[in-house]
């Protein structure tokens, strides 16, 4: 069974940082990643990245330069750190695991509120 267990969400001011965390149990992961919905809006791909040795990465235009993707393959964990946020980062962020079959598991979400 899949289990996902996320957190490192919160509220931050403009121009802080959060470091998401999401552990994966139950299979191995091809692709992590972490998608976000903020209210009103459709879910979107914020980041991916491979378990390939290169760990090929995705961003979204809107956090390039602001977000890093990394993952761990010995704790089966995917992080993304997020600097310099902004109000229109606020989200509720999913984290979003594909495994070698073609399954999707998702997380049950964190909160990232922006806000001075």
């Known amino acids: 069974q899949v289990q996902l267990v996320e957190s490192g969400g919160g509220l931050v001011q403009p121009g802080g940082s959060l470091r998401l965390s999401c552990a994966a149990s139950g299979s191995i992961f091809s692709t992590m990643g972490w998608y976000r919905q903020a209210p009103g809006k459709q879910r979107e791909l914020v980041a991916s990245i491979t378990r390939t040795s290169t760990g090929n990465t995705y961003y979204a235009d809107s956090v390039k330069g602001r977000f890093t993707i990394s993952r761990d393959n010995a704790k089966n964990t995917v992080y993304l750190q997020m600097n310099n946020l902004k109000p229109e980062d606020t989200a509720v962020y999913y984290c979003?695991?594909?495994?070698?079959?073609?399954?999707?598991?998702w997380g049950q979400g964190t909160q990232v509120t922006v806000s001075s």
């Open positions: 979003n695991v594909e495994d070698y079959i073609g399954n999707y598991y």
